[in-house]
């Protein structure tokens, strides 16, 4: 995928593969890549590159952020995120390419996903047409409870629009066997990405967009846990959520 925010940095700076080469000690040929696909530098390289452009260099590589290391005491946690922004979006695309039983996705709106990787549904297609189940459920653009999380987080009234984006998103997905849409007015307190026995949690915080809160990346354990209670949340959000129909 190309690095637009890079490309961007240099155009705006004058600056050529040629000359940005020259100041981070690689070939131009290497910063080419790093524009188109958008391959990631070692991070000496990149630190080296974003003082040139004066950029953070992680809005440029926002792989380059580690997660934190999950506790020795916390065999559920694998890994925890400060921000959603801080993930780069491989994260949820290699999480769902694993999948072999179940796919389950419970978000409002959650459009970063398809701007930032345009092959989301192909990929949820692949891993339908292998067996996997695939259940969306995206927010009713509207339901109060949209509305409501739209003020909090000081969106206004363009959270439904993003509902509605959503949605317009996902409604090629339609028909396809083993996926299936939904959409829900429930209060939403956490965004879930499942991947057969592994799970993306991205918090929601009061005033705070969802870009903003933390993500953890949990792994379900034998003996019960955390995963299994945001399982089975899921599960009860999808009981009482509308099945989209096409037309």
Known sequence: MPNERLRAA???????????????????????????????PRRATALKAAGTLGEDV????PSLRQARAARADSPELVA?????????????????????????????AAVFLHEAYPRLNDLFRERAAEGCTVRIATGDADSEN????????RFGHGIDTRCRLALMHFRPLLGVPGIELRTHGTTL??????????????????????????????????????????????????????????G
Do not use: C
């Open 189 to 246: 307190y956490n965004s879930l990405y499942r991947a057969d026995d592994q799970v993306l949690v991205n918090a929601h915080v009061w005033g705070v967009n969802a870009y903003g809160a933390p993500v953890w990346h949990l792994r379900q354990n034998s003996e019960g846990g955390m995963f299994d209670s945001y399982a089975e949340s899921f599960n009860a959000v999808w009981e009482t959520a509308t099945p989209v129909r096409k």
């Open 80 to 108: 925890l995120y400060d921000r959603r922004a801080d993930m780069p979006v491989s994260v949820y695309a290699d999480l769902f390419a694993q999948a072999r039983e179940h796919i389950d996705v419970l978000v409002y």
């Open 58 to 61: 992680l809005a440029l590589w």
């Open 10 to 40: 240099m155009a705006s700076g004058g600056w050529t593969h040629g000359s940005l080469a020259e100041a981070a000690g690689v070939d131009p040929k290497s910063v080419e890549r790093w524009v188109n696909p958008g391959r990631t």
């Open 146 to 153: 949209v509305r409501q999380r739209g003020t909090e987080e």
